[in-house]
C-alpha cells in the first residue's frame, strides 16, 4: 500500500500512540483488501456500544493522545439521567457508561448518541466519501444519498475519525455498487412494518450481495430505515438500490451498471408473513411495549401519541428516540400524552444496553426484528407486530 | 504434512485445529463467551462449540458492534475459535478479527473446500496465506 508522508508519520508514532494504532488498524485491513492507498473522509460516525470492547479499544486510543480529525457522531448507549427515573441502575453498570462518555468526550466525539445520523445532524451528500457504523445507517447513506461508506465496524470508523483517512476498497469504488440480484417485490408493501419483513428476508434469499429492488414506489423514511436496518442485521447488506428511486438506479441497467443480475427472486407477501411467523413469540399476554430500534422519527412519536391519546395503557411503554426528537416531542405535546397514557419517551438509549434488565425475563411486543435480534443474548421475549396493532396490544396488555 | 492450499491473510497468525464449517454466516456475539456454544436457535451449529476450531463460514453477520464484542468476550475467555477462514470478508469482521488478534484468511483455493473433511486437523499460516492438512 502507498501512503503519504502524513499517513507514514503517523504510522511511525510521530502523533502519538493512539493515532498510530489507528493508523496500524487502517493499514492492516487496507492490507486485507489490497487496497492501493488511503483517501481522506469528510464525515463518520461510530456505533459507540459501551461494551466491553468499545471502552477497551476507546480508552486504549485516549492513553495514546488520540483526538478525532473528523468528529464523529456516536450510537447510543443509555441515558443514566432518564433511567434513574425508571429503574434502579447496578452501580458498574452506571459506572461504564460514564467511562464510555468520558472516554469519548476526550476523543472529541459529537456526543449525538442517536443511531438515525442520516436524519439529523451528520446528512451526507451524494459521492461523498464516508466512514459509518452502525448497521441502519451505512446501508442509508450507501443506498438512499448515494454517498459511500464501507460497512466499518465502530473501531474502524473511530480509527477513520482519528486519522482522517480510509483505505480505498470496496463500496468506494462506483463499479463495486453494482447490483447482482434482481428481487422483485410482489408483495404489496402497504406500511413500514413490511420493509421489516422485506430486509430481515431478502438476505437469507440471495446471501452476500448488493440487491436491486423493483415493485417498490415512494417508500417513507421510516420504510428506508427499517429496510436497511434489517438487510444488515439479518444478513450483511450495506447497501441496495431501488429502480426509479434510489440515485444510483434511474433504470434497471443503471443499477447493475450494464451488466446482466446474477439471480433473480420474487418475495410475496406469504413469505413476508411466514417471515414474521418465524421471528415472533406467540402471541398471549404481553409485560410490556418498546420501540425506537433504529430510534423513532417525530412522526412515529406522533402515531403513537395519536393511538394512545386519552387512553391507558396495560403495560408500560417505551420509545427510544434521539435527544432532538425527545425535545421536540415535549414541545409538540406528544410527549404529554404519551406520559399521561403511562408510556415513556427515553432519549440517548439503545435496547441492548444493561440499563434494560428490569425486563429480563419478560415478554415485549415490538415493531423491529433487530429489537428482538439481540435480545437472544438477554432472555427477552419479543412478539413483534406492525406499530399500530402493537400499540392496540400495549392498552389491552395481550396480543 | 498433507496437501496445501493457498489463501490471503486478513488477520496474521499461526494456528492448527479441526475444521468446522458452518453454512450459515457467524454473529459472534450470539456465541456463549463462557462455553464457545453457538446460542442462535436457527443457525446450522446451534448447540456446538466453536472453541479452538479452525472455523470456516461464508461470511458474517450482525451489526457493527456486536461481532467485535463477541470476538473480545471470546478471546478474554479463551473459548474463541482458534482461526477462521471466510468466503466473503466485510470490514466490521476484519477489523474485529485485526484489532483483536485472531488469525482470519479469506480466498482460500476452490479446493480446500472441495477436499477438506469436517474435522480433519489444519494448520492455517495467515502471514503466509497457507492452509494444511494435518
Known sequence: MKFTAEEQAMLAGDYGTGTQLAMKVLAAIGEAYDAPYMVPVTRTHVALSNQEADLWFAEKLVAGGATCKIRPTVNPSFSWDNFHEITTLEPEDEAIVKRTHAAYTKLGAIMTYNCTPYLERNVPRFGEILSFSESSATPFV?????????????????????????????????????????????????????????????????????????????????ALMNLGAQLNTGGNIALYHIVGFTPEASTREEAFQGKTPAQQ?????????????????????????????????????AAVAGLVKNKKLAVPLFIMTSSLTRTLAQKMGYMDIITRAGGTIVEDTCMDQPCWKFLYGKKGITDSPKCAYYTKRRDMQFVIAPLADSVQAALKGVY | MGKT??????????????????????????????????????????????????????????????????????????????????????????????????????????????????????????????????
Open chain 1, 142 to 222: 450507501n443506498s438512499v444519498y448515494g454517498a459511500r461508506s464501507n460497512r466499518e465496524s465502530a473501531q474502524s470508523a473511530l480509527c477513520s475519525a482519528i486519522t482522517g483517512v480510509t483505505p480505498y476498497y470496496g463500496f468506494l469504488l462506483k463499479e463495486n455498487r453494482a447490483g447482482n440480484v434482481l428481487v422483485h417485490v410482489d408483495a404489496a408493501m402497504q406500511d413500514d412494518f413490511d420493509y421489516q419483513m422485506l430486509g430481515y428476508l431478502v438476505p437469507r434469499k440471495i446471501g452476500f450481495a448488493v440487491p436491486v429492488f423493483e415493485g417498490i414506489t415512494n417508500p417513507s423514511k421510516e
Open chain 1, 265 to 301: 427472486v420474487h418475495i410475496t407477501q406469504a413469505e413476508l408473513t411466514a417471515m414474521r411467523e418465524e421471528l415472533s413469540a406467540p402471541g398471549g399476554k404481553i409485560d410490556f411495549a418498546l420501540y425506537g430500534c433504529p430510534h423513532f422519527t417525530i412522526d412515529q412519536v
Open chain 2, 5 to 134: 492450499y493457498t489463501c490471503h491473510k486478513i488477520a496474521g497468525g499461526r494456528v492448527s485445529g479441526e475444521i468446522m464449517f458452518s453454512k450459515d454466516p457467524i454473529c459472534f456475539y450470539l456465541i456463549d463467551p463462557k462455553t464457545g456454544i453457538v446460542i442462535e436457535k436457527e443457525h446450522c451449529l446451534y448447540g456446538q462449540s466453536i472453541t479452538g476450531k479452525i472455523l470456516v463460514f461464508p461470511y458474517g453477520k450482525a451489526s457493527s458492534v456486536v461481532q467485535a464484542d463477541g470476538m473480545y468476550q471470546l478471546k478474554l475467555s479463551g473459548m474463541g475459535p482458534a482461526g477462521m477462514i471466510v468466503a466473503n470478508a466485510d470490514t466490521t469482521l476484519a477489523a474485529s478479527a485485526i484489532i483483536f488478534e485472531s488469525p482470519m484468511v479469506n480466498k482460500a483455493e476452490p479446493a480446500f473446500y472441495e477436499d477438506a473433511p469436517q474435522g480433519m486437523k489444519a494448520l492455517l499460516d495467515a502471514e503466509k496465506g497457507e492452509l494444511i492438512l494435518l
